[in-house]
């Protein structure tokens, strides 16, 4: 076994691996409404419209302010309800009418947070031993 063999061997291991944990995505559709993570801050403060979709995960995103922007599957999130952006119909960028609709709301059974449990707990014991204060000889 030569290690071009032993590469490709030890890639397909690595992929199953990342495969057991990793969830797909739903793709997106032209007209869906969707957040955008900021690059810098990391929160999902930004909205737009998928103006169009791209080769391999990559969407172009028209935001509120018009500007438009590409970013990868991973960085956008479905909002419900759909964005109101006031689109021109005849703007190139948003899609044609012959799109179907937004898809129906995700099972919310499925994506609901538990709720957190507090408990009243006793305070906490440290481990070290309490010495007695000594006055300091001066």
Partial sequence: MDLSDRLDDQAERVKATYD???RPLRLLRVGDS???QDADS???DKQGIIASIGKSRDYRIKMQSGRIYW???RFLRLVYPPLAIDADPAD???ANPEEPGPLPPPDQSSSQRRSRVNFDLP???SNRKR???VPHDA
């Fill in 20 to 22: 057991q944990h990793a």
């Fill in 34 to 36: 969707s957040r955008v």
């Fill in 42 to 44: 990391k929160c999902w």
């Fill in 71 to 73: 970013r990868n599957r």
């Fill in 92 to 94: 190139p960028i948003i």
């Fill in 123 to 125: 305070p906490r014991r």
């Fill in 131 to 133: 010495h007695p204060k």
